[in-house]
């Protein structure tokens, strides 16, 4: 009997414990379903409003000058940086340089010294003599480009025009005339009314190519008197039978000293200055 009464109470425990769990978890299911649906119900989204500028045009503008009109600090050094950037072409393709070294290279050369003076050197001496043939020019660009950019009286596409100027009659009056129908036609373009129509892209490429023929003339007259010491110091070593003596050896020491006796040196600078006066 009292096996039969513990049987029982076990089971109605039982059956309300599991009946408990089934309304919890109603429970639940419910709460879940109500939370979902809230957050599924569409919002309408409120329209973005156009931002309003404090002078009320709508509009943007960039002033690149400073206070006084001239042009401000930043724009200076971006301006510096790029002119540092391709300065390098500008004095290969535009100025004396490319002339000068390739005369002073030349002189070496002949004279039989394949790294006497060094590059540096000759670069640097073609480099300083540059700027004395050039510092005319050079003032020029700074009076009427420059200076008038930096106080403000004049805005960046006309002192870029200002300064190419005087490059430009510098170019014009050591080109040749051969040169520049060469490029005009090379290019399809008509021939130029005057020399003051010559677009630059085409100036630039002939001034260079006179540049490097005036730089071989110089050379040849040059490599004339070396040549002829290495004939005769080749001629005299075949004579006396000393064919296996590098004629080299001999010929040297006379160039060197045919070359200081005459003031080589100065004697080639004088020239390349003289080859610019009246430009």
Do not use: C
Request: proline content about 8%; aromatic content about 6%; glycine content about 8%.
């Amino acid at each position: 009997m009292k096996l039969a009464m513990r049987t029982w109470t076990s089971g109605r425990v039982a059956r309300i414990t599991v009946i408990a769990l089934l309304v919890l978890v109603t429970a639940i299911a419910l709460a879940l379903m109500s939370a979902t649906a809230g957050h599924a119900a569409p919002v309408d989204p409120t329209p973005p409003t156009d931002p309003i500028s404090p002078d009320g045009t709508g509009g943007l503008s960039v002033n690149i000058n400073g206070p006084d009109g001239a042009p401000s600090s930043s724009i200076v050094t971006l301006v510096g940086i790029t002119l540092l950037s391709v300065a390098p072409a500008l004095l290969l393709m535009m100025t004396s340089f490319t002339k000068i070294f390739v005369v002073l290279a030349m002189a070496r050369n002949a004279l039989g010294l394949q790294s006497i003076p060094p590059n540096q050197v000759i670069a640097g001496l073609a480099l300083f003599l540059s700027l004395f043939i050039m510092a005319p020019v050079l003032g020029d660009i700074n009076t009427h480009a420059v200076q008038p950019y930096l106080n403000g009286n004049m805005n960046f596409t006309d002192a870029l025009a200002a300064g190419s100027e005087p490059l430009r009659h510098f170019m014009l009056a050591h080109v040749r005339e051969e040169d520049l129908a060469l490029m005009t036609r090379a290019a399809g373009q008509a021939n130029p009314k005057d020399p003051e129509s010559v677009s630059l892209l085409t100036l630039i490429p002939a001034f260079m190519i006179s540049e490097l023929r005036a730089a071989f003339i110089i050379g040849f007259v040059i490599f004339i008197p070396f040549l002829v010491i290495d004939l005769v110091v080749s001629s005299a070593l075949m004579s006396m039978g000393m064919m296996m003596l590098p004629p080299v050896m001999i010929s040297l020491p006379f160039k060197i000293l045919l070359f200081v006796l005459v003031d080589g040196w100065g004697l080639i600078i004088t020239t390349l200055i003289t080859s610019y006066k009246g430009g």
